[in-house]
């Protein structure tokens, strides 16, 4: 079994080099672009991109360290009693999409007005700046504790099922699982070293739970979903979202734990990102290179589960996976 401590830590750094890139643009909106002839000649424009540069740049340095600074002021107010759910979202997570798309529009009126012929190239921007604020809405949207977290599918084979939430992150599905299993138990499983979750995401996890009033019929584990550290056919249900997506090339590993710490029977519901518009408008180009909907159906069949049903829900690819009963003899 892999030990955990070995495991590489934060797997998310790309959000602080994304946040470095948004500096650098930032400078280049606030030096550069005024500087340029046809810009430099129009009042409105230099100062316009002055003022913007400065947005951007802001907006930037808070997106890799506002989380981190707001808990600085927190432990220098002292401990205080969480009345709301807190899922860990980053700053970085909301504020990233609308600034990439101020960067994109606002270069798209830097490259018409300096040079108009290359129109192209800045209609070009507009619809990516466009596409990136429609990201923006759907982050925004997403991040709110009321939004549905799971789709309306049969998984769950009963009220009192023993159910695994592999990769829970700071417990969105733990807490949308508990209100459903009335009597069953849940493990909350995470490497929690996230570094787009506030701690990792225990803390919070915690928090929640306890907010929830489900402290009692959940435990919290902390392992990966490459080698997860229980015996064979010890759950009748488990569940995964948006972490299975981040195995890279040991996906269908973790798939195949999933199946073998199933019971004979047991379905998993798995939801991850796939090619589409929705995942365009987060990470763009990116969204190219996430595994397709026949990709992670062709995994899963390789790591021994069968299909029981399969769908989109808000853009995103969810699969309910059985494990096969033995035949009768």
């Known amino acids: ?18 946040g470095f890139l948004g500096m650098a643009a930032g400078l280049g909106l606030m030096i550069y672009v005024p500087s ?14 002055l003022l913007v540069g400065a ?22 107010r002292g401990p205080a009693v969480a009345t709301k759910f807190d899922f860990g979202w980053a700053p970085g997570m909301t504020i990233g999409p609308w600034t990439a798309a101020l960067i994109a529009v606002s270069t798209a009126v830097a490259v018409q007005v300096a040079a108009p012929t290359r129109w192209p190239l800045a209609f070009l921007l507009v619809l990516i700046a466009a596409g990136f604020f429609i990201g923006y809405l759907i982050a925004r949207s997403a991040s709110r504790p009321d939004q549905a977290v799971l789709p309306l599918v049969d998984w769950l084979s009963g009220e009192s099922d023993f159910v695994l939430d592999g990769g829970c992150g700071a ?18 499983l995470d490497r929690f070293d996230a570094d787009y979750i506030a701690g990792g995401g225990r803390t919070l996890l915690e928090q929640n739970l306890r907010l929830a009033g489900l402290t009692g019929r959940v435990r919290i584990e902390q392992g990966d979903l490459i080698h997860l550290p229980f015996p064979d056919q010890t759950f009748d249900s488990a569940v995964s979202t948006h972490a299975m997506d981040h195995l890279g090339p040991q996906k269908e590993q973790g798939l195949r734990e999933m199946l073998r710490i199933l019971k004979p029977g047991g379905r998993f ?44 829900w808000n853009g995103l690819l969810y699969l309910v996976l059985q494990r096969p009963a033995p035949k009768p003899s």
Do not use: C
Request: glycine share 10%; hydrophobic share 55%; no cysteine.
């Open 269 to 312: 519901l798995l939801v991850v990102w796939v090619p589409g518009w929705v995942a365009f408008t987060f990470v763009n180009v990116l969204s190219f290179f996430l595994t397709t909907r026949s990709g992670w159906k062709r995994l899963a069949v390789r790591a021994g589960f069968n299909v029981a049903d399969e769908g989109m």
């Open 1 to 18: 079994m892999q030990d955990n401590n070995s495991a590489p830590k934060h797997p998310h750094g790309h959000l602080g080099a994304a």
């Open 171 to 188: 417990g969105r599905t733990t807490l949308a699982v508990g209100r459903v299993l009335k009597q069953g138990r849940i493990v909350a």
């Open 55 to 76: 947005v951007v740049l802001l907006a930037s340095f808070y997106a890799m360290a506002g989380r981190g600074i707001a808990r600085h002021l927190a432990h220098a």
């Open 36 to 49: 340029l002839r046809a810009v430099a000649r129009v009042s409105i424009l230099y100062w316009g991109f």
